[in-house]
């Protein structure tokens, strides 16, 4: 079963507009973490904000911000202000705290391409 | 600068040979790990390692080695066994202590079976 969904496979939105990227997880456990990531046309994967389950403020790192719903189990994340180089690949994973063998495995959505028109 | 390096960044395959990715961190993180993905895809993760001298598979290792002889460089190799290596290699690694424990990326190696 899918643990990470990313509904939106692509979106578009003007620059300077702020733009909501969905997450949805799937988990018993009452720890575990929630990662950001954008990936460039380059290729590398860079983190940009981290939800921790028990983190009672939502997350936020400049122009990004993580809209956690605990019940719900939606991790959307916010970019506020977008520019032109936001344009990229944009992953949602999760840490789940139920370690087997101490497997720090990520679980990784599909993604979500984002284009920023001018 | 700290930071993962992967190298090289384009590597060309024929088919029945071995290749070897490196992934090189001065980060002193304690755990380091493979990654393949596929065009439109997300990622997989193939080895990960811990600590020195110990790794464990991931959900894709069949066809693929690993070895951690120092804390700094986790090698991959891709073998002849591997069906469809063409595909983006990420190398990644984090602390395992404190939270959160997040994983930093090298910049990539795409392979290429010729």
């Known amino acids: 079963a899918q643990k990470i969904t990313q509904t939106q496979p692509g979106m578009f939105v003007q620059e300077k507009e702020a733009v909501t990227l969905d997450c949805t997880y799937d988990?018993?456990?009452?720890?575990?973490?929630l990662f950001w990531y954008k990936q460039p046309s380059s290729g590398e994967m860079i983190f940009l904000i981290y939800?921790?389950?028990?983190d009672e403020q939502n997350a936020t790192e400049g122009r990004y911000s993580l809209n956690f719903q605990k019940a719900r189990k939606s991790a959307n994340l916010v970019i506020s202000a977008s520019q032109l180089g936001d344009s990229a690949m944009y992953f949602c994973?999760?840490?789940?705290?139920?370690?087997?063998?101490?497997?720090?495995?990520?679980?990784w959505g599909a993604g979500t391409k984002l284009i920023i028109k001018p | 600068d700290g930071g993962i390096t992967q190298s090289p960044k384009y590597l060309f395959r024929k088919e029945g040979q071995n290749v070897t990715l490196s992934c090189e961190q001065n980060?002193?993180?304690?755990?380091m790990y493979w990654y393949r993905q596929d065009p439109g895809q997300g990622l997989r993760l193939i080895y990960y390692?811990?600590?020195?001298?110990?790794?464990q598979k991931g959900d894709i290792a069949e066809g693929y080695s690993v070895s951690r002889e120092k804390k700094e460089s986790f090698p991959l190799t891709v073998t002849s066994a591997q069906k469809n290596p063409t595909a983006f290699y990420l190398c990644?690694?984090?602390?395992?202590?404190?939270?959160?424990?997040?994983?930093?990326f090298g910049p990539g190696t795409r392979l290429t079976v010729l």
């Open positions: 990644a690694s984090s602390h395992l202590a404190g939270r959160p424990d997040t994983q930093y």
């Open positions: 980060l002193n993180h304690d755990a």
């Open positions: 390692s811990q600590i020195v001298n110990d790794f």
């Open positions: 988990t018993s456990d009452q720890s575990y973490g």
């Open positions: 939800q921790g389950s028990y």
């Open positions: 994973a999760m840490r789940e705290a139920s370690y087997m063998d101490s497997n720090y495995q990520l679980i």
